[in-house]
């Protein structure tokens, strides 16, 4: 059964930085291209960002509103994905969810299939 | 960047009632769209992928269909358990609609 746990969130200050953890069991993690997703509170679902397998390059890509502060890394070695985030902002505000992503062999394309239970982060003087 | 435009917002509805949430593209998509629902205080869960492939487990109440850019997500008879909300997910670039609401009429 895939598992994923966040951790790292908290309170910080405007300008500051966090780094998340997400702690992923029940598959292989080496091989999965994972997500990282935000939801402020009671609004809407934001994408915020994606790393790749190593296998497959390793690249990352980033949502417009974080790219330049956000960094998103992996230790396959541990089975955990990382959100480093810096220079805080007051709307960075939000519970942040670790995805796995689903391959489709026949049509190349990835979606979202499981959700961590999130981790709330609190950017705020 | 794909926009993506879902609605109605809020939808009151019966339990019973067939329901049916609309998620527009900016541009086409082809069929590489994704469907979630997510209670309050929860991690969002997968309904349908492909625009019309329902996740294992998911109950064959919930249907979807489309392609291009004109999306739709059916609730054939609402269940007590679905009053939740809903949201569509493009994945070439992962943008998500705005949400749709589902509330006890």
């Known amino acids: 059964e895939v598992h994923l746990v966040e951790s790292g969130g908290g309170l910080v200050e405007p300008g500051g930085s966090l780094r998340l953890s997400c702690a992923a069991s029940g598959f292989t993690f080496s091989s999965a291209w994972m997500t990282w997703v935000r939801q402020a509170p009671g609004k809407g679902l934001e994408w915020v960002g994606r790393m790749k397998s190593k296998a497959d390059g390793g690249s990352t890509d980033y949502a417009a509103p974080v790219k330049g502060r956000f960094i998103i890394s992996r230790d396959d070695s541990k089975n955990t994905l990382y959100l480093e985030m810096n220079s805080l902002k007051t709307e960075d505000t939000a519970v942040y969810y670790c995805t796995t992503t689903h391959y489709d062999f026949w049509s190349g394309q990835r979606w979202i299939d499981y959700w961590g239970q999130g981790t709330l982060v609190t950017v705020s003087s | 960047d794909i926009q993506m435009t879902q609605s109605p917002s809020t939808l009151s509805a019966s339990v019973g009632d067939r329901v049916t949430i609309t998620c527009r593209a900016s541009?086409?998509?082809?069929?590489?769209l994704a469907w979630y629902q997510q209670k309050p205080g929860k991690a969002p869960k997968l309904l349908i992928y492909k625009a019309s492939s329902l996740e294992g487990g998911v109950p064959s109440r919930f249907s979807g269909s489309g392609s291009g850019t004109e999306f739709t997500l059916t609730i054939s008879s609402l269940q007590p358990d679905d009053f939740a909300s809903y949201y569509c997910?493009?994945?070439?670039?992962?943008?998500f609609g705005q949400g749709t609401k589902l509330e006890i009429k």
């Open positions: 997910q493009e994945y070439n670039s992962y943008s």
């Open positions: 541009q086409s998509i082809v069929g590489w």
